[in-house]
């Protein structure tokens, strides 16, 4: 991640993340145009996607990356996402700014990820839209959820064109400031697993982030910790992380499980007083799909 000062140099990467189904590759599409550069990841059949545009500061460059509920990645496909907001991935520039696309008839189902994109250290941006769809469903005060998220928000309707310009210069706003990590919302005794793993980790000579460290607790059989394992020092981890599950599930915080429940119980309270949904019509084949990925621990 570049720091305060290289981030005020005209030209910038940013990074388009959010669920599937909410327009993000429309709003990809507002902002960049087309041609867009469409090729794959090395190693995975993930698409790759970038985009450019310039305004009166510079070029800036668009990753489009893939639809996805959470950064858990159990699989390499999954774990593109993060290596490319950790800067893993050569053929793509570092990240700058994260945009959070999220879909705001559904705010408090896509505001799950945003939590996650939250712990990694970089500025985001938080992106409502379908905004037009949304005011006639929705009562929200965007500016108290701004001063509750500690993150600047846009709205737009992308399928419309509505908002782009806006959200252009949102962008550049967003990227000056520094990124503000989201407040500790997980119980003590699981912070205190994952520092006592990241002290270990770090005795061993691997120096990871705290959202990694946590990852590796939640994310059971994951990537993450099946390509650490290979490191002859880190032979331990597997056991390690299985003593640190019954641990904390003695304590009722079984993981994965733990990780919907601190994170949605924490939306709830952020949204408290300053959201109501005005009509609430059957739910759609999307939604029912949707509410099945998210919850399928």
């Not at 990852?215 to 331990?236: I, N």
């Amino acid at each position: 991640m570049t720091s305060l000062t290289e981030r005020q140099s005209s030209a910038i990467t940013i990074a388009l993340v959010g669920n599937p189904n909410t327009g993000k590759s429309t709003f990809f599409s507002a902002l960049c145009g087309v041609p867009a550069r469409i090729g794959n990841y090395p190693g995975v059949t993930v698409e790759k996607k970038l985009g450019t545009y310039r305004d009166a500061e510079g070029q800036v460059t668009v990753v489009d990356l893939p639809g996805t509920y959470s950064l858990t990645a159990r699989t390499l496909d999954e774990k593109v996402s993060v290596d490319v907001l950790q800067g893993k991935v050569p053929e793509v520039p570092s990240i700058d700014l994260v945009v959070a696309i999220v879909d705001a008839t559904n705010i408090e189902r896509n505001l799950y990820l945003f939590t996650q994109l939250r712990q990694v250290d970089i500025p985001v941006l938080l992106v409502l839209n379908m905004w037009d769809r949304a005011k006639a469903t929705i009562r929200l005060n965007v500016a108290e959820l701004e001063q509750r998220l500690a993150v600047p928000i846009v709205t737009v309707s992308a399928s419309r064109g509505e908002g782009i310009q806006e959200a252009k210069a949102a962008i550049r706003r967003a990227h000056q400031r520094a990124a503000t990590e989201l407040p500790t919302i997980f119980p003590k005794e699981f912070e205190e697993e994952t520092s006592q793993l990241q002290n270990w980790l770090e005795g061993q000579g691997q120096r990871l982030p705290r959202f990694l460290v946590q990852r590796l607790l939640l994310d059971v059989g994951g990537v993450h910790s099946s390509e650490l394992s290979q490191d002859p020092k880190l032979s331990e981890l597997d056991l390690r992380l299985v003593r640190a599950g019954q641990k904390l599930q003695e304590y009722g915080q079984r993981v994965p499980a733990i990780e919907t429940k601190v994170r949605y119980g924490w939306i709830r309270t952020q949204l408290e007083g300053i959201y109501q949904r005005l009509e609430q019509g059957k739910d759609t084949l999307s939604d029912r799909i949707d509410r099945w990925l998210t919850h399928r621990i």
